[in-house]
C-alpha cells in the first residue's frame, strides 16, 4: 500500500521539525516523451509555492542528478560548491534560499522513483554526520520507499 499524498506531507513536516531542517521537499519522476522528467510534490518549510512549477529533466537539477545517478547529494556550502552563474540550473536553491542540503534517491523495486531534500537557509551547514544522523532517522526507509545508498 502507497502512503497518501496527506502522509507524505505529514512525513516531511516530522522530518522538518524533528531534525531541525529549514526546508524539506519531495520530487518525483513522471514519464515524458522518450525520458522522464522531475518535479518538487511536496515541501515543508517552504518561502513560497514556485517549488510546484520547477521541472527538471533528468540529470539537471538537485532532482535530477540525484534521479539520474541513483547516489546522495551533499551540498555543505552552496556558495562554495556552485558558480553564482551555474545556479539558475538549480532552481529549487534559488527560489527557496538554501545554502546547504542533503539530497537522497528513493527507491522502489530497484528504481530510482524520487528525491527527498532538506536543507538550510542560515549559516547552519550540512554536513557528512548529518547526513548519516539524516538517514538513522529514516532507518533506511521513507514511506515504501527505499534508501540505498548512503555515502555521496
Known sequence: MKPTSGCYQVMIDQLREQMGYDFVS??????????????????????????????????????????????????????????????????????????????LPLYLADRVEGVLLAGYRGEQRMSQEDLLQLYEWLQGQFGDFEIKELIP
Open 26 to 103: 519531495l520530487a518525483f519522476a513522471e514519464s515524458a516523451i522518450n525520458d522522464f522528467v522531475l518535479t518538487w510534490k511536496y515541501a515543508s518549510g517552504n518561502l513560497n509555492n514556485r517549488y510546484k512549477r520547477i521541472v527538471l529533466q533528468s540529470g539537471k537539477g538537485v532532482a535530477g542528478i540525484v534521479f539520474k545517478t541513483g547516489s546522495p547529494m551533499l551540498v555543505p556550502r552552496v556558495d562554495e560548491v556552485l558558480q553564482p552563474q551555474e545556479l539558475y540550473n538549480f532552481p529549487i536553491l534559488l527560489s527557496e534560499r538554501l545554502t546547504s542540503l542533503a539530497a
